[in-house]
Nanobody
Framework: QVQLVESGGGLVQPGGSLRLSCAAS????????MRWYRQAPGKERELVAFISSNGGSRSYAESMKGRFTISRDNAKNTVYLQMNSLKPEGAAVYYC??????????WGQGAQVTVSS
């Protein structure tokens, strides 16, 4: 059974940091590129970051460049998102997914990030 479990969300002050994790199971993790997405209330889900299957290639949405870092540990079947200098507009539910996306429009439960003083 394919499963993605996001964790590490929480409440952080503007300018603070959080590290999200996404534990994958049910497929050969090291064969798949991964992405992080986020969805704020009332908005569509948007792409945050991408990492290739071996971690050698990474890319970010323009507004996250220089502040967010995506990484992965294929031995642990886990992808991470280090978020620094968080802004209030970064408050959202953060999700990971593989490429190609898991069939059946599957998404994990997400990790809630709240940015507030």
């Amino acid at each position: 059974q394919v499963q993605l479990v996001e964790s590490g969300g929480g409440l952080v002050q503007p300018g603070g940091s959080l590290r999200l994790s996404c534990a994958a199971s049910g497929f050969t993790f090291s064969n798949y590129a991964m992405r992080w997405y986020r969805q704020a209330p009332g908005k569509e889900r948007e792409l945050v970051a991408f990492i290739s299957s071996n971690g050698g290639s990474r890319s970010y949405a323009e507004s996250m460049k220089g502040r967010f870092t995506i990484s992965r540990d294929n031995a642990k079947n886990t992808v991470y998102l280090q978020m620094n200098s968080l802004k209030p507009e970064g408050a959202a539910v953060y999700y990971c997914n593989r490429i190609p996306q898991i069939a059946g429009n599957y998404w994990g439960q997400g990790a809630q990030v709240t940015v507030s003083s």
